[in-house]
């Protein structure tokens, strides 16, 4: 990347009449400089079966030349024209609810080969009638792609090869799997059910393996294509999107990021966050951190809010920061979904850059300051690098395995919530963390590992682990993890499963805490966050050190949290779900235990701090105030530069920061 | 209509056995001069395809006759007989939910020719056969008829030939509903696709106007059927039914009354209501005023409670409440839903005005005090005439659209319970106010117009209202009016659309309040009462005098409540959701603007009172007390004579009004 | 019975790697006598269609034997081989949910020829296989067999047979189910439609009556086959369960088990339990108290939790008090549900008596004092019998009924939860009591009846309790006894109906109390618990004393609970759904008045006494304490002899009880 990309989503179909000269100046005022086009209007450019018809996507491309505005081209095929479904109505994906209904998008079978035959066509004629042109700076393969839980007949067909191929014996599979019982063994591949109806939690988890593997394959296949055309200087990217609950948090059950993103260029994301007073841009830093891990490089905001809903549009101030704070994060593009406000359809409520009256508005007025400002330091802020020494390890399998076996019958906390319950302490004590994968083969370049519920597991892996404290590496692992192997089989020996020799701890017990704190309050949290839920594990120390031990009646000789040294290393256990405030006091232990702890831990949230080393090797400074009151604070770092102001600041100069306010520091 | 009716339904058909000499007997009793039968008992009147037995009817004519008790005659349509769909399972409806299953009644395609065949040959054969009879004084077509959400193949042929005749092209379609949205575009009339997956809330909305229309021509086809037979002196109507919502309140989705009661002679409707402590009248008087209005004249409460059921059996002076309520609105008739409590299957604890033992009971005799009365004071009562001088408007078609476009994602509000904000609010303050729709062509004849929520409207529509104010008229517009047009498109110029000229504001943002209230309390409600939830429109002034400010450290500067001289009239925009209070100050001071308060209006529930024009020219004044306590009041009309108790009352004569009692005045 | 049976379901199929000598060593270790086997495995012993291998099975029966443990075989039908459903799709129940998917047990149609096929195949197969070995002491027909809501059109074919068999005439099911009614009337066999849409509750409650039947045919087939090769000392019997609520309660809606006990040697069951805090042994002794009264006889409880989940993971000596709970009810033997916990599948979480590492751990450790306890005290404890005096009238029909029509529209209360409000407060006051059902030979054994919402009955059961009192029997009935008739049609004279004459009260009003509490606090419960709720009939005394009337403006004139001596007995009659401790009181006046009020009645939960009389003819008297404090209190009863302790106790002696903490006394 060459410079900051300030960027809309844009829709010249969608308009209810010609304002494409109006939008591209009022698009120059407020600085964008790209448009992504084209992903989600396949009926208007193949109205009919091999009818094509362009002209929008030329005439877009053209003005916005025309202009200076660069354009990224989506494949549009994540949502199909009316003509294909009536013509193959088996182009549908049928689900675990039945044969999927025309309507919304994303609802086909991204393995039929018809969907696969017409979907190549449009690609190419697309690509091919774009790739030349001079406004196209990149790609984007499909949107947000996923699986859409397709389990037809043909799917399972291909699921039942993969299974033959990965575990070539039934007897292989009956016996990882478990499948003995309740009569659920297969004595014959003919005899292969279903695997909707499952309730075996190893078959299942590896049907979403699987699952997960059909969205990679698929984008593989659409960047092969898109990869024919594209010049050296266009890239490709994908939209990939977080958990969605009711915004962006967690990992993606569906999609493996890690294992996706190498298909292409940059990674993409999409981060919706909470807004307005519920802003605190934990979302946006989770999911630049994961997105900027997926191949250790700057990436891609392709959409995030602007106005968006009633309960997001943001307080004066807030479209600024949170710019920003993509950008701290290492975000090289900053887009909106999306330019105008739609006038029909699902996403009225959505709105955009602009209101449904076109007309300026405060949220695009602050969005021309902040243009005005990537422009004036994209020289020094884009491609920003981070140096991080804190990982947190995460594993799409743990996800699935973990919505196989909950906690019990009624909670509804799942992985990604024990992932928040430690990376939300870090970003408020500002640690900033990248995250690994069990492919990820950079592990051992890190200081400490965070390792949330790593529910499944090779042994492989836990070993690796193990050496890796073995030879200096600080790890905090929760509760679950190592309880059973890379097929969801529980291990039949203590628990935790092989890293309890890192660990020096086994539990073969665990109940549900009711009414139960942490003895004596060791971390000093007082009684209100002296708190343990949901799970406990009843843990033996045998070389570990206890921190906390359980206060119970019955189960007070267990510990809560243990700290052991394991060769150059020290690996921490937590046993059970605390509080918010414990687990920033653990894991704020194991920082300074790392050696890690340092003048910007002084700093906690709503005062946030990132930093990153520009592009002429300095390094960035960025202080956020995320909070509706003025904050001051000491400055402890060398002499620097505030490139908004211009201002110069010294070492221990105290600083204000206005609410919701930014300071960017060059250090000189 | 001669005389007030009071009535009951009665099914000889569910008897455990032969009680007809002994139930006449005791509807004589109770002052019963109607029964309504045979809507309900297809199965029993044709109990094979073609055969007919209709001597359960024969004899409850002739018996009733005997007895000096009126008959109406329903269409035995709604609930259809084994062995129709035995013989033609498709003549179920099929809905979203697949196809449907024999056992409920309305389970039908209403559309289907199988069933419409059948259906006029059971309508034929009994009208033709009970025309004659000189019990019969009208009849009921078909109950509670709706379209049962029918969406199969042969519906959505109708729709699409629907849809071309209406739009012509498809072009017209694709442009006023958005459909280059998620390449939803149609591009051939063989594309089309079912809307039953639809994520377009205008075609959705659209289909739902269609299934309207389909509602009312099988109603006219109906009416047209019975026409060829009934004499002058008899009549048709139907059995309307509001929004179900545990009771009635609101205006009816799958049906618009104000068209579906043109082919009626009388609109008949059921209202069913809280009872108990949570006995209010406003049910009563809002089904009430909405029946009335479709045809501006008197109409048939066809059902309403007896004894119903736990939470409904009337404490003691409450059924005679009830029914006076609904005379007060302009009703000829009250009849229960139903005479005795059926013994088997759905209804069993719905109870009717005899418990399932036969016997009297408290809410029997109450009924024949109420039976008594209606005899002695129908001459006085009757065919009384409303001249009201306020009117809500009220429209399906935002009805439906808000169904598509919800305030969040979380509130359950609805149309109707913006409706309700309104209406409850004038009835409290004893303002009678008749409704309107968009198809009305008296809106001109009134002097306050309420419009809540009018989300879809035409240009014409809006226009017309904007010259309404002009020439003098007074609107209250609340939030969301003008949004969108006609297609549920929004408008692409300021908000609220159009009507932005009479009122003299604009916005183009909106928020979700937290904490929100009205800044300095202008309507003094206090703090509790002082405030806005769910949604609030950020409301610029241009020409409006600002009645309230919001109170919030970033949206302070915007109008919750606005007011504009326009030409000669006044409207009033309020821009958020505010509390029951401050509805009521509103409304207060509108109807004090237009030069409706009256003395009256210093009355307050639960002390209710209700006027009309009776036969002789008579000025009648109906006071209601909704409330467990004595109520005292001075009576502030001219001289009267007290019907139920033949006193004289004096202007300025000091009354007092028993519990759950009731008071009639005669102005002399 | 020889001896007290301790067992565990043990799978050699589940198992990881081979540990069988290991598990027997350890279940030598922990006094296991018997391990339950084969009943869930059938994929693995018919692998494919018509090959058998039954190596797991030889293996473990040759190894038990050795070490002198005892094995009861399974028939494996209630889960079924891949192969079968992949061959035969059709074995598959179709459900009201539609077609049934592979993957869970229990979904299969148990009247499909098909499916009987393969079971009675592999039924004999195995047990003539087994039926020698000499570890073999007895079978296990299926598992918590039920009908699985199969709905075919197979069924229905059958449950119109069983229609015509039972009712001859349509004409009497229209009559007798009020068919009329929505035009549901059946004029044709051929007519007869599917139930599954049905909303006539006499129908639906018939067709739940009908699959009952389906579950008892099944299961006196299976018996019928086991029979012919069963040598005399080995019994067959079944695992019958209870209401689902999370744990183990209430009369089973899919079973009548005093029907289905009847094929059967000896009844058995699973009880699953709160524990921890929530551990009050109300389960226990209420599905103990059923089981024992099914045949009258000593039962098995084949199932219960060992560690199970993470709530009811026992405290230190919950185990025992468990353990011992059960068999002073009267059962012969405790076995958990199972041995070792499962590695992979759905009850991964459903803990085994040895956690997923197979090491001794504190329950384990705990259960091996049981069953040293159990060898030691054999002799003294099997077989006892119990003389109780007071019995509760249950009735699967009336459970379903009440299943239909609930008590209003938001209620979740069904009728278990009355029976509840009634078991409860007896087991609380240390009352043992039977359960008796419309069936049952020996109601008039008993001096005091309670007679919970008895909602459907026919006339000869109703005059026969009628009869009871007459003759000295004392019964409590609860409101909604007697309401309908045998086909749930509400009977058309005073309410209750029938019983009317022993209670000497009418009604035929019904409200929904609203802060309603009895009149002047008549059991002096105190405001808190004075109280009622859901439900009250307005009950006029004939000649019934009023205990208590209802405190409530409108409806204080009738009576909430009555009393009323009718021949040489006394019936009570509650009329509403009264607080815990009302009933609590009603309940103990009602025992006192049939004179059966004792010593061990002035010992109140957590201390809880229940006795029997044993082989010896001597009396067996049980004290547990269900609290986590030390009890004491004073042994009111003849000398005896503590048998855990040796110890001998004298009459008034002062006893104390551990926390969880049990005593055995034999007197001498």
């Not at 640690?431 to 090779?458: G, H, K, Q, R, W």
Request: include cysteine; hydrophobic fraction near 35%; charged fraction near 25%.
């Amino acid at each position: 990347m060459e410079k900051l990309i300030y960027g809309v989503a844009y829709y010249d179909e969608y308009m209810s009449y010609d304002r494409l000269e109006k939008d591209i100046q009022m698009m120059k005022d407020a600085g964008i400089n790209m448009v992504r086009i084209a992903e989600s209007t396949w009926s208007t450019h193949e109205p009919q079966n091999g009818v094509f018809d362009f002209s929008s996507v030329d005439r877009v491309l053209d003005a916005m030349h025309d202009a200076g505005i660069q354009v990224i081209v989506g494949t549009p095929t994540y949502a199909v024209p009316t003509w294909m479904v009536k013509e193959h109505p088996d182009v549908l994906a049928e689900t675990p609810a039945g044969k999927g209904k025309y309507g919304a998008r994303q609802i086909m079978d991204i393995t039929h080969p018809t969907y696969l035959y017409y979907a190549e066509r449009i690609i190419r004629k697309l690509i091919s009638r774009v790739k030349d042109h001079p406004a196209v700076i990149g790609y984007q393969t499909d949107n947000e792609t996923k699986h859409y839980n397709t389990v037809g007949p043909n799917v399972q067909v291909q699921f039942v090869k993969y299974m033959r191929e990965k575990f070539e014996t039934l007897d292989n599979i009956n016996k990882a799997f478990g499948l003995d019982y309740w009569s659920n063994r297969i004595n014959s591949w003919e005899d292969f059910p279903s695997v909707v109806g499952t309730i075996n939690g190893s078959l299942g988890s590896e049907f979403s393996k699987f699952q997960r593997k059909l969205v990679k394959d698929f984008l593989e296949w659409q960047v092969s294509i898109v990869n024919e055309y594209k010049h050296s200087d266009q890239f490709v990217t994908q939209n990939f999107d977080f958990e969605w609950r009711g915004y962006s948090y967690g990992i993606q059950p569906d999609v493996d990021h890690f294992e996706a993103s190498k298909a292409f260029d940059y990674t993409g994301v999409d981060i919706y966050h909470p807004s307005q007073d519920d802003l605190t841009g934990i979302e946006i830093s989770f999911g630049g951190d994961v997105a900027r891990s997926t191949k250790g490089k700057n990436y891609f905001v392709l959409e995030t809010e602007a106005q968006a809903f009633t309960h997001w549009t943001p307080y004066p101030g807030q479209l600024r920061l949170q710019a920003f704070s993509h950008v701290a994060s290492g975000a090289n593009m900053v887009a909106y979904w999306h330019w105008h406000s739609i006038h029909n359809s699902l996403e009225t409520y959505w709105k955009g850059l602009l209101s449904h009256d076109f007309e300026p508005n405060p949220v695009y007025n602050e969005a021309k300051t902040i243009g005005r400002d990537f422009a004036k330091l994209s020289p020094k802020l884009v491609n920003a690098k981070k140096d991080n020494k804190v990982a947190i390890l995460v594993s799409n399998e743990s996800l699935t395995a973990m919505e196989w076996f909950k906690f019990n019958f009624t909670s509804t906390k799942n992985y990604n919530d024990i992932i928040r319950l430690t990376y939300d302490q870090l970003y408020k004590m500002n640690i900033e963390c990248d995250f690994v994968s069990p492919i990820s083969e950079n592990i051992d370049s890190y200081d400490l590992l965070i390792v949330p519920a790593l529910y499944t597991a090779s042994d492989e892996l836990l070993k690796q682990l193990n050496t890796f404290v073995e030879n200096g590496g600080h790890i905090v692992y929760t509760f679950k993890s190592g309880f059973t192997d890379e097929n969801v089989k529980v291990r039949t020996a203590h628990q935790p499963g092989i890293i309890d020799e890192a660990c020096g701890i086994y539990y073969n017990m665990f109940v549900e805490p009711k009414n139960v704190s942490l003895k004596d309050d060791p971390y000093q949290v007082g009684e209100e966050n002296n708190t343990v839920d949901t799970w406990m594990e009843l843990v033996t120390p045998t070389t570990a050190e206890v921190l906390a031990y359980y206060d119970h009646p019955h189960w007070g000789k267990y510990a809560a949290i243990t700290k052991n040294n394991f060769g150059k290393g020290v690996a921490t256990y937590i046993a059970c779900i605390p509080s918010e405030a414990i687990m920033a006091k653990v894991l704020e232990n194991a920082v300074k235990d790392a050696g890690l702890w340092g003048v910007d831990q002084e700093l906690r949230f709503p005062l946030i701090t990132k930093k990153g080393t520009n592009q002429t090797g300095n390094t960035i400074r960025y202080y956020f105030n995320y909070s509706d009151d003025t904050l001051s604070f000491t400055y402890p770092h060398r002499k620097a530069q505030a490139l908004l102001t211009d201002q110069v600041i010294d070492d221990n100069q105290e600083i204000e920061i206005d609410p919701w306010g930014i300071i960017i520091l060059e250090e000189q």
